[in-house]
Antibody
Framework: EVQLVESGGGLVQPGGSLRLSCAAS????????MNWVRQAPGKGLEWVSS????????DYADSVKGRFSISRDDPKKSLSLQMNSLRAEDTAVYYC??????????????WGQGTVVTVSS | DIQMTQSPSTLSAFVGDRVTITCRAS??????LAWYQQKPGKAPRLLIY???TLQSGVPSRFSGSRSGTEFTLTITSLQADDFATYYC????????FGQGTKVEIK
């Protein structure tokens, strides 16, 4: 079964750090772009970061650039998001999502169940 | 940055109704538009990609279309399982989602 399982969420104080993980199974992890998408409470979806196969290209949303760092470990089929200098507005459910080529670009076809990050004092 | 404007934000309908949700891109995105369904407490589910192609396993009552930079998701004969929030997403340049449309029971 194709599956993504996130972990690492929790309560952290403003200015603190947290590391999220996403464990993949059931597919060739190394061949896919992987992404983080977040959803603040009661709000819509926001793309956060993306990393291509072999970590060739990495991108971040402006809202997290310089504070978040995405990485992957292909042999372990694992994706990570290191979040530093956290702010209240980073409070959200964080989803791991697999990229898949459709035509000449990639949408997100498989999503994890999400992990909750709460930034509060 | 490409902005996606989705409407309406909320839609009330009966089971059996035909429902249409619209998404407009701030610039040309070709056909690189996806639609997702999200139920409360659950992850989004990909329904449609390249504007009109149904993802495997998605019922045929869902369809998508494009006219220029305006995209439409149509659900013919709304079922109880379809009450959810729907998001469009452009993947022409990075990824941007619309604000979402909540489909409620009337």
């Amino acid at each position: 079964e194709v599956q993504l399982v996130e972990s690492g969420g929790g309560l952290v104080q403003p200015g603190g750090s947290l590391r999220l993980s996403c464990a993949a199974s059931g597919f060739d992890f190394s061949s896919h772009r992987m992404n983080w998408v977040r959803q603040a409470p009661g709000k819509g979806l926001e793309w956060v970061s993306s990393i291509t196969s072999s970590s060739t290209y990495i991108d971040y949303a402006d809202s997290v650039k310089g504070r978040f760092s995405i990485s992957r470990d292909d042999p372990k089929k694992s994706l990570s998001l290191q979040m530093n200098s956290l702010r209240a507005e980073d409070t959200a459910v964080y989803y791991c999502a697999r990229g898949r080529w459709y035509d000449s670009s990639e949408a997100f076809d498989i999503w994890g169940q999400g992990t909750v990050v709460t930034v509060s004092s | 940055d490409i902005q996606m404007t989705q409407s309406p934000s909320t839609l009330s309908a009966f089971v059996g109704d035909r429902v249409t949700i619209t998404c407009r891109a701030s610039q040309s995105i070709s056909n690189w538009l996806a639609w997702y369904q999200q139920k409360p407490g659950k992850a989004p589910r990909l329904l449609i990609y390249t504007a009109s192609t149904l993802q495997s396993g998605v019922p045929s009552r869902f369809s998508g279309s494009r006219s220029g930079t305006e995209f439409t998701l149509t659900i013919t004969s709304l079922q109880a399982d379809d009450f959810a929030t729907y998001y469009c997403q452009q993947y022409y340049s990075y990824w941007t989602f619309g604000q979402g449309t909540k489909v409620e029971i009337k």
